[in-house]
């Protein structure tokens, strides 16, 4: 039998000799790190994943937790699967990276050696960013932009709001994490006011003009909720520049608005470890190689999730699992010496407008001039114009995706 | 008529500094832009802002292709007197927009 080296490197990456295989530390355990720690365990490498939490809270489908559809308990996820598969998980958070030495650092002052390291930190919230709006505020006007104790208090705030009352959204400029996100959660908070406290209004202040799936999102409005769901871009003065926490209201250059509650999402950056590590730009992202997801500014440590300067690609979770896969099997490549293989990346983002009623974008990436590039003629939206049974198998899909990924990055 | 948003406070005091926030919604479609057709769309942008400020100018702006869409102006004065704030927008297309608010000021 003839034997390729290429061969016999994967003949040799089998776990009995994982002791031997190079070493991979993974920093974030959601959708990016843990999917990414389990492919490149898959490739027979010795992988440390490094998460704080001991469980992960997922946002996709929490929109809905917060309408008062699905239980929080749902958006969970441990991390027993990605142990068995002898993957060992480290619950600490990682406090420097030292990318010249290939060592990381830990809470608990203990150091971590790697071969290549893959930062996946998701997104640090910008509390800088709108005067007023702090972290204390945030406790009071909850962003509910990392799910968990933010998606209870803005579920419960809307549960505890009287009817006739006004709900107030506040929506960055672009980039930030789950593009059409915001808009999902305007049409489902409209859906919950509708249903449960229909004298009630939704006030939504966009700082863009144009957004991910908005003629779609902007029909089911007209639609659905005439009358309830206000939506007032940049160009009508939507831009929040601040918050009046006293007053519960978001500032902007031509006035406030205070509701009975208020929903604040702010401007975002990568994950902290990024910054810390110096894998992020003067922009607080991440800039990568798009075919190997290695950082451009520290060598021997990829970058992947939301964290990503991923040109075309959203930050979403779908995008992010796709980048764990690519990344991990070009992490695979260059510690055996073997040519990274070209990529093509698939990104497919569902959205709920109303139980029942799902959206969706797709698109499909490659590598071009240094960047991930929109592959014209793939992908696309769901149909302006199709009938109820169409949406419906939609927000079937988007279920469908739910459990896919979750089994993919959680097991 | 283009829709305005302003911000100008209605009455302040003598010798205070005043911000005063503009936004038209407007095109301002470059002249380089080809249009589903393949042709190139006409220019049509705003090409002059200016204030008044109880008859006298206090501010003017002139626009470029390389202003964006729904140009936002912000400037100050300080409130000497209470008269009227005209705003006045012009450009391509024989665009002329005017708005004006009374400005009072009291002690």
Known sequence: MKVTRRALAGLLATPALAQAAPAVVVIGGGFGGASCARALRRNGLAVTLVEPNATYTACPFSNAVIAGLRPLQRQRFGYDALRAQGIAVVHQAATGVDAAARRVTLTDGSVLAYDRLVLAPGITLRFDALPGYDEAAASVLPHAWQAGAQTELLRSQLDAMEDGGTVVMAIPANPYR?????????????????????????????????????????????????????????????????????????????????????????????????????????????????????????????????????????????????????????????LRGAPVPEPRLLNTCYSLVAPGYGISVAGVYRPAEGVLADIPGAGGTSPLDAPASVREVEAGYAEDWFETITADAFG | MARVLLNIPRSVRPGEVVAIRTLIQHGMETGYRPGADGEVLPRDIIRRFTATYDGAEIFAAELSPAIAANPFLSFTLVATVTGPLVLRWQGDNGFDQTETREITVAA
């Open chain 1, 178 to 334: 789950c593009p059409p996100g915001p808009y999902e959660r305007a049409s489902l908070i409209a859906h919950f006011l509708k249903t449960r406290k229909p004298r009630s209004k939704l006030l939504v202040l966009d700082a863009k003009d144009v957004f991910s799936k908005q003629r779609l999102f902007e029909a089911a409005w007209a639609s659905l909720y005439p009358g309830l769901l206000e939506y007032v871009p940049l160009s009508a003065g939507g831009r929040v520049t601040g918050v009046d926490l006293a007053a519960r209201a978001v500032v902007t250059e031509f006035g406030n608005h205070a509701g009975a509650v208020v929903n604040v999402i702010p401007p975002q950056r990568a994950g902290e470890i990024a910054r810390i590590a110096g894998a992020a730009d003067r922009s607080g992202w991440c800039p990568i190689d798009p075919g190997s997801f290695e950082s451009r500014l520290l060598p021997g440590v990829h970058v992947i999730g939301d964290a990503a300067i991923a040109g075309a690609m959203p930050k979403s979770a779908f995008a992010a699992n796709a980048q764990a896969r690519v990344c991990a099997d070009a992490i695979t490549a260059l």
